[in-house]
């Protein structure tokens, strides 16, 4: 099997490895998003095209006040200590995600690395803020009822309509932490992606590790349902 083009990443585990710490969840958070700049420099370097990491969920507005607001301002924290390191590394950063609907701060900082980093033409970062699968594939129906009324839906047509339609498939997901659930993460994109699910929390998930999951999905044979 090749090098596969587009990974996923459900970067679980900040909070339980900061507890192991002797921590607060926030501390595992700011690792968290360190270890964004690791992963994405070697996934970079090995000749992946797109990396895809699920930075905040629709569901996340569930947790306490003062770990979202943390959250919501790590854009500005990477902004300021990596953009720089990531553009000279010829590294892509866009948004999926309903993410402009996040605080108006949080949206100028998306917007000011969107624009830094736009004549990129290495590894596409692509960070999903705000998003939910379900929330995505509603959005599409809506959006390809309003344009074609009178047209029937295919999934083709549908897929058009998702935040990535400009995106190759997704051939590999990794989940840290040892859960092994989607948790309504790109659940169209990942109908025949090859999963690996990783017990390591994600701030201590390291480049090597990254490259044995690679090393794993080299191994395996994609059938698409056929033999």
Known sequence: MSLPQHVAIIMDGNGRWAKSQGRERTHGHYHGAINIRN???????????????????TENWKRPDSEVSFIMDLPRVF??????ELIDNDINIEFIGDWKKLPTSTVKICEDIIEKTKDNQGLKLVLALNYGSRQEIVMAVNSFITNHPHLPIDEEMLESFLYTSHLPPVDLCIRTSGEKRLSNFLLWQLAYSELVFCPLHWPEFTENDFEKTINEYEKRHRRFGGL
């Open 79 to 84: 902004l300021n200590q990596y953009l720089k």
């Open 39 to 57: 992963i994405a420099i070697r996934a970079k370097d090995l000749g992946i095209k797109v990396l895809t990491l699920f930075a905040f969920s």
